[in-house]
């Protein structure tokens, strides 16, 4: 893997569950990018298999930092004095960068076709703690479900063979009215991901 930039953003409001909290809303961003190309024997599994078609992941490893969580504000409620009711709140968090990871996408073209279905690891739009919302997070949670669709582009097997680097990209911006829970709601995601390929040798050198 030559490069690797990623970025998701997410906004989003909707009507609390939490009586007399109103309206809440907030903000979350992913950003990373891969700090060198990956060098070495092929870190994944892809074989070209001619005729049988192509199939496998293609993938490096991101070191701590390389990620970052970032522009996480939530507008909420808190408990009031003694727990009592809810008060308005606005917090925002510092930018936190994550723990080493992997990231890179899923390739596979069957027997006889001529373009590679390419699944890339997209989270989709989310906002605060969604597993337990908490005073520290103005109580905001919510998230919106993306479509098997917007997590795969298709590329020429054409461009998989050739020997010099190739880029890869999917991106866009979706609107939803409803939350993955089915609640109204107004969230806008926007995603962008890019991955720069090149063939080597089982032993990692640049085929030319």
Known sequence: MVALHLEEHTTGSHDSAIGGCGTVSGTSSLVGTLPAPS???????????????????????MPAGSMVSAD??????????????????????????LPAGRRGVGLRAGPGETMVHVQWPILGPAIGDLARTSDAGCNVAMSA????????????LTTFRQRTPFTLVNGGQLHFDRDSLGRAADITYSWSYSITLQRVTEAGVPLS
């Open 72 to 97: 996480q504000t939530r507008q909420g409620c808190r408990h009031g004095p003694n727990g009592v009711g809810y008060v308005p709140c606005t917090t925002s968090f510092p930018d936190f960068p």
């Open 39 to 61: 060098s070495g024997a092929p870190d994944g599994a892809l074989r070209d298999n001619g005729g049988a078609g192509l199939i496998g992941i293609v993938e490096a490893p």
């Open 145 to 156: 479900t993306l479509s098997i669709d917007d997590h795969i582009t298709y590329t020429p």
